[in-house]
Structure formats: structure tokens, C-alpha cells
Nanobody
């Protein structure tokens, strides 16, 4: 079992930055691919970034060039650096542990409680 806890969300003005952190316990994160999802009000949860066991990230087109995902297996954490934030980035951000198969990310049922990100002036 993996327990995930997200932190770092908050209220930020458009163009600002936030850094989200996901800390794991109960199991080593190093054996999992990891993903960051977000869910905006009234919308489905969407994958915005994922990273392979080896540390190669991939991003949704909507955040490419603005978000950077990284992992530190020694600290059992993954991070999401979010720059040039837009109002459309508003939502609850969730950390997930999963697997990558032929470049497709499959989430396991390991989710954190989420952290709220609000981008507004």
C-alpha cells in the first residue's frame, strides 16, 4: 500500500508560480511511474504530467513548457513546478502512483487527498 500526501497549493495571480510536492509512505516510490492529475470544477480529472521510473517526464499539451515534473526516489517524493500559471490551471491537484506501458500511463488506485490551486487576480 502506498499513502500519498500532496502539499503546496494555494492562491496565486496569473503569471505566478507554485511548487507542489507529493510525499509517499508505506512503500518506495521508486518502483512506480507517477502522475499528477488535476480536476477543475465540473470537469473530469485529467492527467497533466507523468514521470517514468527512470525519471523521464511527459506533459499534457496544455501545460507543456510551463510545468516541470521531477522525482527524488531517495526522499520518496515527486514534485510539480508550475510556472506562468493561468486561470485555466485552477483545480484540485492529485498525486498518483501507476505504471507506464508503451508510453501510456495507467493509474493504480493510490491517490492523495489533493491540494487546491487557484489562479485568480
Amino acid at each position: 500500500q502506498v499513502q500519498l500526501v500532496e502539499s503546496g497549493g494555494g492562491l496565486v495571480q496569473p503569471g505566478g508560480s507554485l511548487r507542489l510536492l507529493c510525499a509517499a509512505s508505506g512503500s518506495a516510490l521508486g518502483i512506480y511511474a507517477m502522475g499528477w492529475y488535476r480536476q477543475a470544477p465540473g470537469k473530469q480529472r485529467e492527467l497533466v504530467a507523468r514521470i517514468s521510473v527512470g525519471g523521464s517526464p511527459n506533459y499534457a499539451d496544455s501545460v507543456k513548457g510551463r510545468f516541470t515534473m521531477s522525482r527524488d526516489n531517495a526522499k520518496n517524493t515527486v514534485a510539480l513546478q508550475m510556472n506562468s500559471l493561468k486561470p485555466d490551471d485552477t483545480g484540485v491537484y492529485y498525486c498518483n502512483a501507476g505504471k507506464l506501458t508503451y508510453g501510456i500511463y495507467y493509474p493504480y488506485d493510490y491517490w492523495g487527498q489533493g491540494t487546491q490551486v487557484t489562479v485568480s487576480s
